[in-house]
């Protein structure tokens, strides 16, 4: 794997996203935050800072997953559909180089969009409390596990894109994700069954789907809960395996399709 | 060997180690994990249930507008009061399901027990007139957050404003046993326990409450009280 | 050692909505291409000219047969670097201007010099246009581009698929002298194309295909002029008279002129008929199968060998 190659394929996915405008998302993001943060002095409940959080991270997250499935799913798609792929591939770049270029491009781009959007809660966070707190600092953490979970859901729609069509790659990966956010309903309702077979096959469909319950801090994060070191590392570890998962999954359906 | 067939073995060698180390992980994280997602779920309303299941992750973005929208309906229906002078009709018929799903979406939405018990239990027109409600509701938050022993107080407020001494200061000896409590948790609970409602009782305990927010709507009616009592004019 | 060698190649394609059956756009080529050729892929629509190409670059994967080229396999991507491809109708990215495009290219090939991104725009034509977004180019253009993306890391073998298409002639004259510059720089040239003139001018050999299958490869005279069909001779006569019927096979008029189609063996004895009838001799050529019509026999070839056949594959 030849990593300039991947950086320079990565940088021009960037530039593709900047060029199709994909940041104007983050006009919708500021919009928010202001009309959320004058909003919740006027309305005075109590719970300012904790709707500034949770709007603010719900936000980051909601606008993040749908930049990563939508965008995801057309990483490769589109270049076989338009054709594009004819001529990156008769360079000397290998299909996993490819592959792993578009997913880091796409990856630089959620993690600057991640960066402005952060920068308008912390904003959002300082007009409405007058100063940072302690507790804010387990808001950045809330931020790095959505993008954790935003680096999984890219992996995820870059290997569907690699064999199916956007509706379908949307489909599957939004099916995913909704299954990794439930995944612990559903080992919960394996156990209340009697059956064991159907036990095992939830306990392990909870360990294999990808377990998007585990990033959600969001709610403890509001209430200034700190995030112990240790969940810190086990989900960036979580992410960089289950990724490297995606991506070799890609690879290999990749580096065997026909380009139509 | 081509691309391809390299391609494919890596996946068939590499993928199910990666994925016992992603089972690993998984298991790893499971007790920290479980620690931050919200408390016990004591689900007393199916449709709160259900919302929690549609909020996908979002329930704490759920519980701040479910919680705004309580306060909305409770000072709507306040303020038509206020207009028409109907105080008969007004018994809040909503504002006990709206509390319950906030307190199902996030359950550490502490203000959402507070005040909301203090809604269900203020007379008509001022509240809903459920002291029993209010008192259900401020025990699930003390299950849930274990470690707010304010919502003791509240509690025994709710018991003594209506003559229960006996419950009332059993809430405040329960909340004095707190690490963190304030001494005069200790007190209110032996006074009340001896001598029942008194002036000076009720004195105190309201402007506890007047000092424990700075909520306009609460100070008020607890200076309301205080005036009441003559404490204040 | 062959530039460019294939031996059986053969690519199936899966075709129909629920019930996938193969269908062959490619059977058995064997073709070798030498260093410093221009070799000529000829082939009407749907031969398998792209096919064989997409195959050549590892962007399809045989059915079964084989293919190198500079004696790598062409799943070697490494080779890469000493090969240069335009597909045919080419597109790239849009969004990007001519400019940016070529020096991501060349940077894929370790190529950071703006200089030489200059250089080979402004070698196809498109030095004003550098700066233009691909999306605002036309067809032309983008054609113009491809060449330029093929050829800025100064590749031994140069891929073009239907080079010619979608110019204009004055575009056409250009790619032909591209084309032609190429060869003297010591490249080898394989390109695809139907539209036969164009090879005819330019190529050293030319393979024909049609329904997939290899109809001929040769140079261009031993595979289009083979058979010369007689000689046309064109004449005028003086006070505007008609010939006599029985001069030629055939004699049509156009304007003032005469033109005469006789068998080889007949023209001595036609000119002196000429002579007599005091026709004043304007031109005089061999006349051979049109490429088109050539063309069209290798088809009608393929396609009786393939109803022949029982259209079995
Ligand atoms: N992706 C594909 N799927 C199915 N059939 C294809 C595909 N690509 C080409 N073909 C078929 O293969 C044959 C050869 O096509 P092609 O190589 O594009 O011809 P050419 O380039 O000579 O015009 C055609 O009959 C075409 O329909
Ligand atoms: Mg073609």
Redesign the interface.
């Known amino acids: 794997m030849n990593a300039v190659l991947v950086a320079v394929i990565a940088w021009n996915t960037f530039r593709e996203a900047v060029r199709d405008r994909v940041l104007y998302n983050l006009v919708f993001f500021a919009l928010l935050m202001i009309s959320a943060a004058i909003l919740v002095g006027q309305i005075s409940i109590g719970i300012e800072r904790l709707i500034i959080v949770n709007l603010g991270l719900s936000a980051i997250s909601v606008f993040g997953a749908v930049m990563a499935v939508f965008l995801g799913v057309g990483l490769v798609h589109k270049e076989i559909e338009r054709r594009t792929l004819y001529t990156m591939l008769s360079k000397p770049v290998r299909r996993t180089e490819f592959i792993a270029g578009k997913y880091f491009g796409l990856a630089i781009t959620l993690a600057v969009n991640t960066l402005l959007m952060t920068v308008g809660l912390v904003t959002a966070l300082l007009y409405v409390d007058g100063t940072l707190r302690r507790e804010d600092a387990a808001v950045m953490t809330g931020v790095f596990f959505i993008f954790l979970q935003l680096l999984l859901l890219t992996g995820i729609a870059l290997a569907f894109s690699c064999f199916a069509t956007p509706v379908v790659s949307t489909l599957g990966t939004l099916g995913l994700y909704l299954a990794g956010i439930f995944s612990d309903d559903i080992r919960t309702f394996g156990s209340l069954s009697e059956n064991p077979a159907m036990q095992r096959l939830t306990t392990f469909l909870y360990y294999v789907l990808p377990n998007f319950g585990q990033f959600n801090v969001i709610s403890a994060v509001g209430h200034g809960q700190s995030v112990p070191g240790a969940l810190i590392a086990g989900n960036t570890a979580y992410t960089l395996l289950y990724v490297t998962v995606t991506l070799i999954a890609a690879a290999a359906i990749f580096s065997n399709r026909n380009m139509k | 060997m ?3 067939t ?3 073995t ?2 068939i060698i ?2 199910p180690l ?2 016992l ?3 690993m ?6 007790p ?2 479980a ?4 408390g016990p779920d004591v689900l007393n309303l199916s449709s709160a249930r259900v919302i929690k ?1 549609l909020s ?6 759920m ?2 507008i479910y ?2 929208r309580a ?1 909305q309906y409770y000072g709507d229906k306040r303020h038509a009061v206020q207009l028409t002078g109907n105080q008969a009709v007004e018994h809040y018929p909503l504002l006990d399901p709206l509390l319950e799903i906030t307190v199902t979406l ?1 359950p ?2 502490v ?1 959402a027990y507070k ?1 909301g018990a203090y809604f269900l239990t203020e007379p008509s027109p001022v509240g809903a007139a459920r002291p029993d409600l209010a008192a259900r509701l401020l025990r699930q938050g003390i299950t849930n957050n274990p470690n707010e022993w304010r919502l003791w107080a509240d509690l025994g407020m709710i018991y003594y404003q209506h003559g229960d001494y006996a419950h009332a200061a059993e809430a405040y000896r329960m909340g004095s046993e707190h690490p963190h409590a304030d001494e005069w948790m200790k007190v209110m609970a032996a006074k009340i326990a001896q001598e029942g409602g008194t002036n000076q009782i009720s004195v105190f305990l309201w402007s506890q409450i007047f000092q424990s ?4 709507l609460i100070r008020n009616n607890a200076l309301q009280h205080l005036r009441e009592l003559g404490a204040v004019r | 050692m062959p530039v460019i060698a294939t031996e059986k190649l053969t690519k199936d394609y899966l075709t129909g909505f629920w019930t996938k059956h193969p269908k062959r756009s490619l059977d058995s080529l064997d073709l070798e291409v030498h260093e410093n050729e221009v070799f000529g892929f000829l082939g009407p629509n749907g031969a398998g000219k792209t096919t064989t190409l997409k195959l050549l670059m590892n962007l399809v994967f045989p059915t079964s047969g084989s293919a190198t080229i500079l004696g790598r396999p062409v799943s070697d991507t490494s080779m890469h670097r000493e090969i240069g491809f335009l597909p045919e109708a080419p597109y790239f990215y849009d969004y990007l201007t001519a400019r940016e495009a070529l020096s991501y290219y060349a940077r894929l090939f370790g190529l950071k010099d703006h200089a030489v991104v200059d250089r080979f725009l402004a070698r196809v034509g498109l030095t004003e246009a550098r700066d233009t977004q691909l999306r605002k180019f036309s067809k032309g253009m983008l054609q113009r581009f491809g060449l330029a993306q093929a050829i800025v890391h100064d590749p031994r073998v140069v891929f073009l698929d239907e080079p010619m298409s979608g110019l204009d002639p004055v575009g056409r004259r250009e790619v032909r002298d591209l084309i032609l510059e190429l060869k003297k720089e010591g490249r080898t040239i394989f390109f695809s194309t139907h539209i036969l003139p164009d090879a005819e001018t330019l190529c050293d050999r030319v393979a024909v295909l049609a329904r997939g299958r290899l109809q001929g490869v040769g140079s261009v005279e031993e595979i289009f002029h083979r058979e010369v069909h007689g000689v046309e001779i064109i004449f005028e006569l003086p006070g505007g008279g008609a010939p006599p019927a029985d001069l030629a096979r055939t004699v049509t008029r156009t304007g003032s002129r005469y033109r005469a189609e006789v068998g080889v063996e007949d023209v001595y004895a036609t000119f002196a008929r000429l002579e007599e009838l005091k026709a004043r001799v304007v031109g005089c050529s061999e006349v051979r199968p049109t490429l088109e019509e050539y063309f069209m026999k290798l088809v009608d070839g393929a396609n009786q060998a393939k109803q022949a056949g029982g259209g079995s594959q």
């Open positions: 081509t691309e391809r390299n391609a494919k890596r996946a590499a993928i990666l994925m180390g992603v089972w992980v998984a298991r790893f994280n499971e920290y994990a620690k931050m997602q919200p299941a996908i992750g979002y329930n704490g973005l519980a701040d919680w705004t306060v996030d550490q939405l203000v005040f927010t700075k909520d306009p």
